[in-house]
Each structure stands twice: as C-alpha cells, then as structure tokens.
C-alpha cells in the first residue's frame, strides 16, 4: 500500500465519518454523543499522527522527491486541518484530543 | 445490593472505624478462597463523580494502613454481593500471590517536568507550504526522539543509583509535552519516607527536570494480577 | 504551550493511579452501575482534571 494511498483511504474515512454524524450534535458536555466524538476524534488524531510520522520518515530516508515531499505535506496539513475543524464542530479543543494516549503515545 | 469495589484483602477483617463512600455503608464480602472485597453500598442509579475518586483514594489509604490490601481500580462494581464474592474466588490464587507482593509495602511516585518547554522555533527552508509543513514537522520529531532518549536514560539513572529490582520499579517516559518521566517505586512502608527523601535527592541532581515527589501512596501501580 | 506546576502533576499522577491502576476485576465484575458511562467517566474525569489545571494556570499567569 503506499503512502499516497493510505492518505487517500483515512482521507476517505474522515469524510464518511463526517457524512456519516449528523449537521448538528446536541453538545451536551455530559452527553455520550460529546463523549463518543472525543474518543473517536482522538483515535482519528492518532492514526493521523502516526501517519505524519511515517511520512516524514520516508522524507528523511530520501525516498520521495521534491514534488512528492511537497505533496504529501500539503494532504497532511489538510487532514490536520480537518481534524481540528471536527474537533470545534463538536465542542471540542484540538488540544483535548491528544490527552490520555499512554503508551499508544509512544508511537508518536 | 450493588458495590462500589475499593479494596482486596486476607480474611478477617481489620476493624476499621471508617464508612464508605458519601456516608453510605462500608461493606466486607467474604469469598470462600480466605480473601474479602472492601466496598461501599451503593445504588445502580447513582453516577460516580470526581470527588468520589479522590474520597476513594483516602478510604483506600485508610484500609491500607489498617491490613495489606490490593487496590480496586475505581469505578469497579458488583451487581450483588455473590458476585463480588464469585469474582474473588475465580482468582483467589492470583490476588494472592499479588497481595503478598504488596503486603506491608507502600507506592512512591515521582514525577519529573521539563524545565524547559518544548521547543517552538525552528527556521524552515524557503519552500512551498507542503514541504515547509513536512520540515516543521521533521524537527517536532527530532526533538521528541532526543527529549525520549534523555528520559529514558533518567530513569536509568535513578534505578541504579537507588539500588532497587527492576519489579519494584514502574515508568513511563513522556506521557505528555510537560512529563519527562512518571515512575513508581514499591518500598517497605517502614522505609518509604527513608526512600522517599532518597529518590527526592537523586532526582534533584538533573540540571533539566523538576522533580515531583508523591507518597506513601496505597501500591496501586503494583497491585495488578494477570 | 501550557505547563504543569508540582500541584497539577501530582494531581494528576493520582488521578493516573486510580483511574489506570490497581487490579482490574472488569472480566467478572459487571461494570453496569455506571455502564458505558464509566468509560466517559474515566476520560470525563481525567479530562476534568486537565481542563481544571488549565483554568488554573490561566488564572495564575492573568
């Protein structure tokens, strides 16, 4: 699978999953809708941490070429930017999404 | 009757003049295997809150100075007294041999902060945004590695200089931006506060942390059976 | 970036201890008195802290 292709695919399922939860959430701080969106945008988060790492070391591993590195920065700091526009839709600090990993953190 | 777990503890009970959680009734529940469950009765309906967490911590405290007990991960819940009771049993062996592991035994926790935050300035190559993203994140990276060496390498110092077995020891490194190192010492309760002023001195001879010492806590980081 | 004092991470280390730690009885135990709850009670309670802290720090440095 490369790498392209594994941005494609957590591209895709960042979208279905926006497609999939509903315009509007009742934000209830206390609510499980709020409760699951965190966990899940926090599993999302991680995925796409761990994917900028693996970019990065390809980067570094001279792999890619200018226009891929160029490329690949640009998908990923869309995703980011993705992730973060989820977060405050449900409520959410960007920052909030990255407590609690333990040792899952040690992969990022 | 619903329970609220704290504590596992060898049969009899010591005699504790405390009550449970909110003022309901602190219960004993004795299993077939010698062994008891600590809990507080409780109703299904009511929903456990933050300070339930920390009144847990200071029964658990009570009951730890009172007879060896294996902490309760909080939250933990029988629907009925034969439940907990069926619990213990299926692994009586195990919270034995756990119990004895704590036994007269108590937690330090020491916690080292970075002095320094992490590092935000790093000068980028005149590039497009992608490429500039990527080396951004490049040095986040290189920074991370190095700041998880350097911990890993306190806490390799600070078990040889306090002479302790590794299974006595738990950590982690850089369980978050703040938090080099979070460890876990289990010590003799009569020597904790001895060893407690030890790893305090030893932590504070590392020019680029600050050392947060915690304890004598219950051994909940040694209390797990598998 | 945000930073811990002493107080905030020693609240947070036994927050760690009793939310992460101690034995795990979760196979036999129906966790059902707070359910599915308990789940988010662990993050909520965790995230309280932290989001407490923060506020704290916030007061401090204005």
């Given at each position: 699978m490369t790498l392209d292709s594994e941005l494609d695919d957590l591209r895709r399922e960042v979208e279905r999953l926006r497609g999939i939860l509903p315009e509007r959430v009742d934000v209830d701080p206390d609510g499980v809708e709020h409760g699951l969106a965190k966990l899940v945008l926090t599993l999302v988060e991680f995925l796409r941490q761990l994917l900028e790492r693996q970019a990065v070391r390809r980067m570094e591993g001279g792999a890619l070429s200018d226009q891929e590195v160029e490329r690949m920065g640009l998908a990923l700091m869309r995703l980011e930017q993705k992730v973060h526009e989820m977060a405050l839709a449900f409520g959410l600090d960007p920052s909030e999404l990255n407590v609690g990993l333990g040792p899952l953190g040690r992969l990022i | 009757m619903t329970l609220l777990a704290h504590a596992i503890a060898a049969?009899?009970?010591?005699?504790?003049?405390?009550g449970g959680l909110r003022g309901r009734p602190l219960a004993w529940s004795e299993a077939a295997a010698g062994l008891g469950l600590w809990s507080t009765e409780w109703t299904p309906d009511m929903k456990l809150e933050r300070p339930d967490a920390l009144e847990h911590h200071r029964l658990v405290e009570r009951i730890c100075a009172a007879q060896p007990c294996l902490p309760v991960r909080f939250g933990t819940a029988f629907p009925s007294v034969d439940a907990a009771r069926a619990s213990l049993d299926k692994r009586a062996e195990?919270?034995?041999?756990?119990?004895?592991?704590?036994a007269g035994k108590s937690e330090i926790a020491l916690t080292l902060l970075w002095r320094e935050p992490p590092a935000r300035e790093v000068t980028?190559?005149?590039?497009?945004?992608?490429r500039r993203y990527m080396e951004a994140r490049r040095a986040e990276f290189t920074f991370r590695e190095a700041r998880r060496a350097r911990a890993e390498s306190l806490v390799e110092r600070l078990t040889a200089e306090l002479a302790i077995e590794r299974p006595l020891v738990w950590h982690e490194t850089c369980t978050?931006?703040?938090?080099?190192?979070?460890?876990?010492?289990?010590?003799?309760?009569?020597?904790?506060?001895?060893?407690?002023?030890?790893?305090?001195?030893?932590?504070?001879?590392?020019?680029?942390?600050v050392a947060v010492v915690n304890g004598p806590w219950p051994p909940y980081t040694f209390a797990g059976v598998e | 970036m945000k930073e811990l004092t002493a107080d905030d991470a020693s609240l947070l280390e036994l927050v760690d201890r009793l939310l992460n730690k101690g034995v795990v009885l979760a196979g036999e135990a129906t966790i059902s008195v707070a359910g599915i709850d308990l789940i988010y009670l662990g993050l909520n309670v965790m995230l309280t802290a932290v989001e407490t802290l923060e506020k704290a720090q916030e007061r401090r440095a204005s």
């Open positions: - | 049969a009899p009970p010591a005699s504790l003049s405390a195990a919270l034995r041999a756990a119990l004895a592991r704590v980028l190559p005149a590039a497009g945004p992608g978050s931006a703040s938090v080099a190192v979070s460890l876990a010492v289990l010590v003799p309760t009569e020597r904790a506060h001895e060893r407690k002023a030890e790893l305090t001195r030893i932590a504070a001879s590392f020019g680029d942390v | -």
